[in-house]
């Protein structure tokens, strides 16, 4: 069975501190998503990957910046949390190459800036 | 651009009240349109995948078609535990593995 999992399911940090949040899936899955989802904008993508080491841009990248070290680990950085940065997060991932995978998601982060 | 827009916002059933949700699409090409279910608090769950434009799939009370603008979630004889935010995704045939554009979901209330 499929498996994405992230390292907080709830999470509360202070204005500037830097938060980690983790996210690994055991698929063996190349392309790895990180995701932020708020009420009435729906699902926002930060940052993908498409391999370790490689990341790039989603539409929201500002103030995040990622980590592919490992091809089942992909981590989502918040250099200087901002009480705008509360949301819930969401990883996801899918196998490589040409097909049409669908994205298979973890069970989300809430992550609370206060 | 490509977008997604999904209809109603948010949708009230009695139980057995069979409806359909809507989820329009404008993309360049469609590689795949998705449909997930979303319970509060948790991630998206996959229900299906569809390729092109006639295309049916369906899971128990869940039947989703697909046309070439638009695709519907149709739901018979609704039970309360089907009540859960239903997200649209789809995916644009531009080279290489691109990232899906969400819609923002119906939420949708099945009342016993």
């Known amino acids: 069975d499929v498996k994405v999992t992230q390292s907080s399911r709830y999470l509360v940090k202070r204005t500037g501190e830097k938060v980690f949040l983790e996210c690994v899936q055991d698929m063996d899955h190349e392309n790895m998503f990180w995701y932020r989802q708020d009420p009435g904008l729906g699902l926002r993508l930060i940052y993908f990957s498409y391999d370790v080491k490689m990341k790039e841009k989603g539409d929201i990248p500002e103030g995040y910046s990622v980590s592919r070290e490992k091809k089942e680990r992909f981590s989502l950085i918040l250099e200087s949390a901002s009480t705008n940065q509360t949301s819930m997060y969401l990883c996801?991932?899918?196998?490589?190459?040409?097909?049409?995978?669908?994205?298979?998601f973890g069970p989300g982060t809430r992550l609370t800036v206060t | 651009e490509d977008q997604v827009t999904q209809s109603p916002e948010a949708l009230r059933l009695q139980e057995g009240e069979s409806s359909s949700l809507n989820c329009s699409y404008t993309v360049s090409g469609l590689r795949g349109l998705f449909w997930y279910r979303q319970d509060p608090g948790k991630g998206p769950e996959f229900l299906f995948t569809?390729?092109?434009a006639g295309e049916e799939k369906e899971k128990e009370r869940l039947k989703a078609t697909l046309t070439k603008k638009e695709s519907f979630l149709h739901i018979t004889a609704p039970k309360p535990e089907d009540s859960a935010t239903y997200l649209c995704?789809?995916?644009?045939?531009?080279?290489?593995?691109?990232?899906?554009?969400f819609g923002k979901g119906t939420r949708l209330s099945v009342i016993a």
């Open positions: 995704a789809v995916q644009a045939t531009d080279s290489g593995n691109t990232p899906l554009v």
């Open positions: 569809l390729y092109s």
């Open positions: 996801a991932s899918t196998p490589p190459g040409e097909s049409v995978y669908e994205q298979y």
